[in-house]
């Protein structure tokens, strides 16, 4: 039976669809009500828990208003049916292919950052990224082609993800609305001569197509007009992850310098564990410390959530905290700290 998971620190992310007008009709879409999707998944940056709105077209006049249109960022964080996230899946398949690990080396890795996992669940994983990079069967094609029929053209999505700085990227291009991966190679540089040969096998599909959707990367969206000539919509959420993206940079440095100065917890913590249990400082700088402990598990997670701001603001209040409690006499100094 699988064991269900529980964590304690999850963010909660909303997401738009990108596309604001009808593709067939060009009327602007209205969003449902209530969310389309919720899903948690966990990722090298923590755990996401993620709610998608989806939007249909209302012009009674057009012909194509049993279509939803979720967000193809929200799509691009994970597999259908699969609760890690697609850069998890990522580092499994690099750290197999590219750095002959083992499947319990790796999972020994993701669980030091965090992750739970099981040995068995990379071996999942490493299955998934084989699959991904597999490219499209005939049953996919087939689908895609019910599809171009149903939805009268198809919309394409690409982005990359990096498993380590400095290391080539693995690129994505999946079509919207079926949610469907359908091409990924690794790339070792991103112009757009590169991006556009890329995309060159999907364009060869030949399949009608109504629109392209993709972050603001120039040569990105430079390559994606190029080869569609189609209607291209930037994500709003992608621009802002791009632009809050030196902001996390200096916040995930803030925080590794904060951590280096509170080094000294886990021997505070045994102190504590071999205290008497009826020594009240004990209880006290336990609970202080139970407290940053928490407080290192925070991330710092793109567009803003700023872990080190967070630990700062703790570590500031438990610094207040313990001063209020040795004027009060509350507590007398104790175990150096
Ligand atoms: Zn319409």
Redesign the pocket.
């Known amino acids: 039976m699988r064991k269900t998971k529980s964590f304690q620190s999850v963010s909660r992310q909303y997401f738009y669809p990108e596309l604001k007008r009808?593709?067939?009709?060009?009327?602007r879409?209205r969003l449902l009500q209530g969310l389309y999707l919720k899903k948690t998944i966990q990722t090298l940056d923590g755990v996401l828990w993620l709610g998608g709105y989806a939007s249909h077209?209302?012009?009674p006049?057009?012909?194509?208003?049993q279509i939803h249109y979720l967000s193809s960022q929200l799509a691009a964080l994970s597999l259908p049916g699969v609760t890690y996230g697609l850069d998890v899946i990522v580092r499994v398949g690099w750290r197999r292919q590219h750095d002959h690990r083992t499947m319990g080396e790796i999972g020994q890795e993701l669980r030091s950052a965090g992750i739970q996992i099981t040995d068995r669940e990379v071996e999942r994983l490493w299955d998934y990224y084989r699959l991904l990079l597999r490219g499209l069967t005939q049953i996919d094609l087939a689908k895609l082609r019910e599809a171009e029929k149903t939805y009268g053209g198809l919309i394409w999505s690409a982005d990359g993800l990096q498993p380590e700085s400095g290391e080539p990227q693995l690129w994505v291009v999946r079509e919207v609305l079926t949610r469907t991966i359908v091409h990924a190679e690794w790339l070792s540089q991103v112009d757009q001569a590169t991006l556009q040969a890329f995309l060159q096998p999907v364009k060869d599909l030949a399949l009608k197509t109504l629109a392209t959707v993709s972050d603001q990367q120039r040569a990105l969206v430079k390559a994606l007009k190029a080869t569609w000539h189609k209607p291209h919509q930037a994500c709003q959420s992608h621009f802002l992850r791009d632009a809050a993206a030196p902001l996390i940079e200096q916040d995930r440095a803030q925080m590794v310098e904060i951590k280096a100065k509170i080094r000294g917890i886990r021997a505070i913590e045994r102190k504590i564990e071999a205290a008497s249990p009826q020594d009240r400082s004990a209880i006290i700088v336990g609970t202080y410390a139970l407290a940053i402990r928490q407080g290192l598990r925070f991330r710092s997670r793109a567009p803003l959530q700023l872990g080190g701001v967070r630990l700062y603001a703790l570590l500031d209040e438990v610094t207040c905290s313990i001063q209020r409690c040795l004027k009060k006499g509350t507590m007398s100094v104790w175990l150096n700290c």
């Open positions: 009808c593709p067939h009709c060009r009327q879409l077209c209302v012009n006049k057009c012909q194509h208003r």
